[in-house]
């Protein structure tokens, strides 16, 4: 993906397609309506197949495809209200849960969960933030 | 993020951002971000001189001055109210792109002020010069996930541009610029939130990396407003809302990969319910969007206002994840409400394996289906899974190996139970819920939970389950936390009372040790112990409440007065200080329990009580006969000995003691114990309540109350015990009845007889006497034989030695008989005899009359005559007192008449026994209207032949203790009061005055004195003409009448009623007329 990007950026702005466009086109939408997990991180909302095969493109660094382990301690089931970006730059729900940075996508209001330990300190060190919020 | 604020930065990215494309200004505006955070960061840490002189960013300045004034001074909605005046103005001047420049000259006026600064002094060098080593590696490190964040920025800065038009129309430039004005309000959280840069781990309050900070303050700043696209309000069905945003998400993303891109920002769908939100710039792009889209009511398509746009946006975290160790809440099925600790968390939360007590019916498993289904809706008790319990029931558990605990449990009907716990996996939220703080584990049901290790438990190998030790730990928590609130409770006077003894713990007199005298407030009088010390005269010493404090010394006795453990007593074995408390904390031993209890001193006081536990505890009460669960055996009962606060102590049927919890109790046997009934070793029943003494085993000689038994158990109390509250367990068949219960229990049951029921307790003396005889006819029912109630049968109520009291049968009357008026016809039941044998025309008969109150006590042995049923009631012993010689006698005495029976007699028993003189003489003359049934007897009653053989027996032994085998002494029917009799001796007349006991009489001689005699001294005297006369047989018997003539045998005699008579001659006795 990212090369595509680069490709685009080298392209320039001239593009017929918009980048936002873009990356709407290939944004990944949950494909089912039960089991769906968030990603502790960004938000993003996909089934566990997904997050399986794709991973989540906002944090690939958290190297989840076919990494079911990683997988379930990267996502959670833990999280309340569905926002669908589809522009995230201009959407202001999606500055106000803070996604406006990210690509477009189904994200969660509010994400419950903790990473373990070690990859929150690995994240810290990368000066990584990440969304969800430990249970209160 | 401008376009033309990048330019003015583009020096500085160069340091920062070392990648690609510093000509591009998408790259510009998030390195301007970048500087942005890091000169915000910076200032929170330097001062504000170090930034005005190092910070070349008059833009940040600004904006972060911009954004204090209008946090400190402008409401939110004031500022939103000046940018909604801003904007239509700016349309106005939409084609004055003049003013914007103008405008904007402005603040690069500012900004180029600034860009002096910047330029000399980049605050990335500043920056870069204090860079260590080590964070320039961590950088490095990071490069991947910076390019993301780069990538991230890049993205977004693109969108600034608008929808890729590089002739931006005069409303997007408008739009730009409030936009800028509208990002620098929220410079300082974005900058955090996408801060790509360096320095950022130096501060960390700022936090660097880490979970996002949704303080008040920073979403504050993220408020909408008009320039951010509306919400517009769909109305869909209640629970589709996620549904509905996917959809229109998928129909986004379609359209966009169509190149046709709907115009819409975001889709809502929070936690209201059956609405979803739609967010766009443009209400066209919303119909269009949620065209098509099935489940919208397009209709209810309604603007949000803006100050409602947060709202919109709140949620509630309704889910809570559960985490290991928590202990959470069942709310399903049979163990809704149910305690469980969680032991893993599964599936990203969703799912989790719990542990909870078990509730498991076992008697299901043996229902017929269709009565399991009824009773499958009851809730079972909760009891630890026990998997002998499961064997003896004849089911088998495996062992099998549990994936998610990596561990071998118990596998039993399609579930996994480890340590006597039930491991389940749930999922969350609809099986579980956490606990809540209005609803946590309460101290009960951790008690519940807590199990004990057993040793016979093959799974803890001593060591408690993981899940038990939580729930003790916690319980040692609350506790301590009670005792907390305990002492919180009466702080003001430290739980003093008067009389404790108390020790000084401040000022002068620290340390001493007194008795309280006397309490107010907020000051004490102690009497010191220590004499010497006499400080006012008064031998008391006044102190502030809180310069003392309880005294409680090692090895006193003491009760708990208060808290957790209030009402326990026991001995106080340490006191010590612990760590943070004020109080002094006393181990205590406890009475009850023997478990050493902590406890404040203040909750203490010093007291001999011994307290004997709790009455009852849920449901089960002291000495309660309860069925056992557990153990194997399915029927192990035992009595509870102690009640504890959340266990018993029983004592079950092998005398074993154990500690139960009520949840192991499978209910009360109290009724069925009382109903019960066993035999001592002698054949006595018992029943609860009965005395008995132990006659054999390891309590040998013990006397007790029987409290409880359970088949052949008897739990026996004994006050005088101490151990187990007094209760011992002892078999049945090693206790002897003790008290006089038995005598008249069997006595009730079996009349008359009684005396010689058992041969074993028969007296064969001749001190039987008149006494018993006379307690044999009560309850017997007789036929009155002559006078006024001739004919009547009738029970008899009382007995004398002369008189007997006959409640008639057909009249409701009591009379009074002379004694040998009566004939017994049978026991108190009812008349047995057979008519024909007591016809009173037969000589048989009258003979019997004359004798019938003598012959009562045997009337036992003539009652077989009477038919098959009443032998029955007789014991053989009976037979042992027929004195089938005497019968001989006694016939040759009455003149043949019973000849012909008794030789059979004679012949039956082949008994030439004469046992007449054991005192019972008399009686057995009852005998001679026996024979005839004796006779028939052996032929028609097998029952009655086991009874003679026993009797032959027996009387072979006779001879040797009859002493005295007189031969007249069967006439003495006649031996009465009044009758004149010879002496044998001297031929002297006399006159019995008074019949002793012991078959002698008291004579009167011609004399006038006295002598006595026995029957065998004296002879009777035969009447003359003109004699008083008493008829002593035949069917006159007891009548008395003056003998008019004498005619060949017959005498004809005249009664009191001046009835003339025929009575045989030899039936007479004469009698004095003075009476």
Known sequence: ?136 | MSARGGKFFRGGKKFLRPVANDDDDDEESSSEEEEEEEVSTKQKSTANANLSSDDSDEDDDDEDDDEEEEEEEEAPKKRKAAQAEERPKKTKKAKMSSFFDEEAEDDDDEEGDDEVYGTHHDPDDVVRKHYTADDIRKEQMDEEAREIMRQQDLRRSRMGYGIGNQERSVQEMAKEIEDRHRMQNRRVDRSVLDRGAVSRQRFDEDAPGGPEVYTAVSQQSLVPSVSDPSFWMISCSNGKEQEMVFQIMNKCVAHARQGRPLGICGVIAAQSKGRIYVESFSEPAVVEAIEGVRGLLQYTMKLVPIKDMTTVMTVVPKKKPVKKNEWVRMTRGHYKGDLALVLDVRDSGLKCVVQVVPRLDLSLLDLPPEQARVRRKIKPPQKFFNPQEVASMGRQSIRQYHRALDAHCDFFENNFYRDGYLIKEVTVGSMIKPTTDENPPSLDELQRFRRKSSKDDRDSDGDENEGSKIAASLLDELSDLQGKTGLGKAPESGGLLIGDTVEVIEGDLVGMRGKLMSLDQTTVKVKPNDKSLDLGGTGEVEFLASQVRKFIAVGHHVKVMDGRYANETGTVVAVEKLDGETDLTAVVLTDATRKEISVRTSQLRESAEVSVGQNSLAGYELFDLVVLSGGGSANEVGVIVRVGLEDFTVVNNHGINRDVRPEELRGKRNTMSNRAVALDVQGNQMRCGDSVNVAEGPHKGKAATIKRMSRAQLFLYSQTRLEHAGIFVVRSRSCVLSGSRNQSRTGAGDGGSTPFATPQSQSRGPAGGRGKRDDALVGKTVRIQAGQWKGYLGAVCDATATHVQVELHSRLKKVMVIRERVAVVGDKFGATEDMSQNDPNSQNTAAASAYAAAATPMHGGATPMHGGATPMHESGGDEVWRPGAMDEEQVADNSGVWGADTSSEKNTFGSPANDADDGWGSSQAGNTWQPSGEKQEPGVDPNQSAPADNQIAVKHEEPAMATDTDTNNNNDVWFMERVCVQLKSDERSAVIKEINADKTAVVELDDRSTQTVRVDEVSRVNPKEKDMVLVIGGADVGVEGELVCIDGTDAILKDSNEDFKIVDFVLLAKITSDN
């Open chain 1, 1 to 136: 993906m990212s090369d595509e990007e680069r490709d685009e950026e080298s392209g320039g702005e001239e593009e017929e397609v918009p980048q936002v466009v873009a990356d709407l086109a290939q944004a990944s939408v949950p494909t089912q309506l039960k089991g769906i997990r968030s990603c502790k991180r960004c938000g993003i909302l996909k089934t566990l197949d997904q997050f399986m095969n794709e991973g989540c493109e906002n944090c690939p660094f958290l190297d989840m495809i076919d990494n079911q382990d990683q997988c379930n301690s990267c996502t959670t089931a833990f999280f309340e209200g569905q926002v669908a970006i589809m522009d995230p730059r201009e959407s202001w729900a999606a500055k106000w849960i803070r996604a406006d940075n990210y690509l477009p996508g189904v994200y969660a209001i509010s994400v419950i969960g903790n990473f373990d330990k070690e990859m929150e300190d690995d994240l810290e060190s990368r000066g990584i933030r990440w969304r969800c919020r430990p249970p209160t």
